[in-house]
């Protein structure tokens, strides 16, 4: 699995980004797909998830009414919306293929990561 998220940047406070995590190789259709984020020092931790069809998603409480997970199967393509951003949401952030059809809020949840994408958010 070759998991490419891209759609990080450079921003100001109150802006907006998209994020993209694509499976080039189509294999995780059938998986849920997570985000996550990390400051250097920190642990990885959860910012939002959904399941296979796309009808179950999770928030971390940080980002609820500010982010947005889909998911286009079609594309094999999972994305995250974000808007308001804030300097605390400045980090790096991963896209992962769930090990089940569901999607979890663990880290020991996921089987793929992606690279990361860098979001910087200046006040």
């Known amino acids: 699995v070759q998991l490419q998220a891209s759609g990080g940047g450079l921003v100001q406070a109150g802006d907006s980004l998209r994020l993209s995590c694509a499976d080039p190789r189509r294999t995780f259709s059938n998986n849920g797909v997570g985000w996550f984020r990390q400051i250097i020092g920190k642990e990885r931790e959860f910012v939002a998830s959904?399941?296979?069809?796309?009808?179950?998603?999770r928030y971390a409480e940080s980002v609820i009414d500010r982010f947005t997970i889909s998911r286009d199967n079609g594309k094999n393509t999972v994305y995250l919306q974000m808007r308001n951003l804030k300097p605390e949401d400045t980090a790096v952030y991963y896209c992962a293929v769930a090990r089940s059809s569901s999607s979890s809020t663990s880290v020991d949840g996921y089987r793929y990561w992606g690279q990361g994408t860098q979001v910087t958010v200046s006040s």
């Open positions: 959904i399941d296979w069809r796309g009808g179950s998603s």
